[in-house]
């Protein structure tokens, strides 16, 4: 009798353990959720304008400096150091080591950036032009474009075209440009040249792809040059420095 007592009681003992460990089991949570950050690939799009009208290369018309119509036949240039900041400037996305060519060859390109986090912005930052290092290299140093692109490289010593401006202007004030006018040639080279840009617009990137737009407004890019009496310039004269301070006005909010 005494045994059979024991043997129940244990039996019981046992039951109420394993009911309390099955209950623990079942409100253990487990190890916590890990939250995740959406990544997304952001790609940069130019838009080029004429003030609030549309321009095509090649055929539409700008001013220069001296009031003569000229038309852009080709205009290209390079951007580094490209990155999303907030509105005081502070970067907080950014694209180590991507270089950007803009060619008005392809005006309607979508240059793929890199992946970030997803989030607000509230400005773009960009360098107009290469950083030393880089311009110190050639075309045969790189494996991938632009800068494996002989044609942007104006040599050793100068490095590569950081902005090359190419069009024909009405030399004869007749208010046509026509093939009998004469063209001009304008490339901006070496470290004098590099500038910084800020623009500022409230924007996000977000899902699995994201376009930053940026606007270029092409109607002062010959803003303070008399193209009829200097047709082609190469380096980093007077010249050239108004055109990269053109250049900077020209990149704005889309």
Avoid at 29 to 44: D, M
Avoid at 81 to 91: M, Y
Avoid at 179 to 205: G, K, L
Avoid at 226 to 239: F, K, M
């Amino acid at each position: 009798m005494l045994m059979a007592l024991r043997s129940l009681a244990f039996l019981t003992l046992c039951t109420a353990l394993g009911m309390l460990g099955c209950k623990k089991e079942d409100d253990d949570p487990g190890p916590a959720a890990t939250a995740t950050t959406e990544q997304v690939i952001v790609k940069a799009y130019f838009l080029p304008r004429e003030g609030n009208d549309s321009f095509i290369f090649g055929s539409s018309y700008i001013p220069d400096g001296a009031g003569r119509d000229a038309i852009i036949t080709r205009m290209r240039f390079l951007i580094t150091d490209l990155r999303l900041t907030d509105a005081s400037a502070n970067p907080i996305r950014t694209f180590p080591g991507k270089v950007i060519l803009w060619d008005s060859n392809d005006p309607t390109a979508q240059i793929t950036l890199g992946t970030v986090d997803a989030g607000s912005f509230g400005g773009i930052a960009m360098t107009l032009g290469l950083d030393d290092a880089n311009n110190a290299l050639a075309p045969g140093d790189f494996m991938e474009p632009p800068l494996s692109d002989q044609t942007l490289y104006a040599g050793a010593g100068n490095g590569y075209r950081f902005y090359q401006l190419e069009g024909r202007t009405d030399a004869n004030s007749d208010g046509i440009v026509s093939a009998s006018d004469p063209t001009f040639s304008y490339t901006c080279i070496t470290s004098a040249m590099r500038r910084s840009d800020q623009i500022y617009y409230a924007s996000e990137v977000a899902g699995a792809m994201s376009t930053v737009n940026i606007g270029l407004d092409v109607r002062g890019l010959l803003n303070g040059v008399d193209v009829v009496a200097d047709l082609s310039e190469v380096g980093a004269g007077a010249l050239n420095a108004q055109l990269m301070s053109n250049l900077q006005t020209a990149i704005e909010e889309p």
